[in-house]
């Protein structure tokens, strides 16, 4: 199969529930279950490939703290192949807060380089072997751009909550030829979605949460998927990451659009179903198994 490399997109995260987000006023919350985890989005898609036995490397900026440690003693657990610069100000962290339906507000307690000394050389010895690089928007990869032009290599890049004219995203979207993002915080998704298609791009995918996925293909068709309804929600951080990682398994497998965004959707159902960034029992069989349950027959 072929290899994929996944650039950019590791932190260490504080996860707080509660039944409603805060509301913005003093207040005291006395109750509030709480975990920490490896986040973001790199790090998702890097554990989601890895246990559907799709070949990556992912590569990431962490700090030389404890955090970074966590994140290299889980991955490593997790069998995810993986190498890193040091960055000087330390790990990324989150501070999420989830409620009961899903959403979220998210905080980032410290916030990564944008600019660092990286081992250029190893990772463009990963981007020449590579078939397909996952481009994450993390500001560290931009300088790295020109070496996925260099070895004309597809690049995917995900989008998640982008808002309309973002300058941040620019470089991100004139450098991938697949873009997946969210409905979030779009007032019209299918112009944003024509739009991107139209700077010459090869598919463009936009997630809507518990209202399921759209794509546009090349071709103008328009492909809407249901999401599935059965499956219990206890955390959706990570189910855009397992989404994008269930779809790049199936287009890998030679399977039409539409069976790509039905893989996809059952990697986002079972995902939101584990604390972790993705369900902790996946593998091929299970995704496959699945889709012949909800999908083959009908």
Known sequence: MKKIFIIGGTTFDHIVYLPQLPQPVPQTIHMAPFHEATGSTGSGKAL????????????????????????????????????????????????????????????FITQSSAEISLNIEKIEEKI?????????????????????????????????????????????????DHIF??????????????????????????????????????????????????FQLKDANGAGDSFFSGYLFGYLNNFDVQKCMQLGTICAAYCITSPQLCYEELNDKLLMNEWNKEFAAK
């Open 181 to 230: 993002l969210s409905s979030d915080n779009l007032s019209n998704y299918k112009t944003t979605m024509q739009h991107l298609m139209d700077r010459d791009k090869e598919l463009v995918v936009c997630t809507h949460g518990k209202h399921g996925s759209t794509a546009l293909t090349k071709k103008g068709e328009w492909i809407d998927q249901p999401a599935l309804q059965n």
């Open 128 to 176: 020449e072997a590579c078939s397909i690089a996952v481009l994450n928007i993390i500001l560290y990869t931009l300088p790295l751009i020109p070496l996925l032009k260099k070895y004309a290599k597809p690049v995917w890049t995900d989008l998640h909550d982008y808002n309309d004219g973002n300058s941040y995203h620019e470089p991100f979207i004139e450098a991938a």
């Open 48 to 107: 989601n490939l890895t246990k559907l036995a799709v070949p990556n490397t992912l590569h990431s900026i962490i700090g030389d703290d404890e955090f970074g440690k966590k994140i290299i003693e889980f991955l490593n657990e997790q069998a995810v192949d993986f190498f890193y610069d040091l960055d000087p100000k330390g790990t990324e962290r989150h501070f999420n807060i989830m409620d009961a339906d899903g959403g979220r507000i998210s905080m």
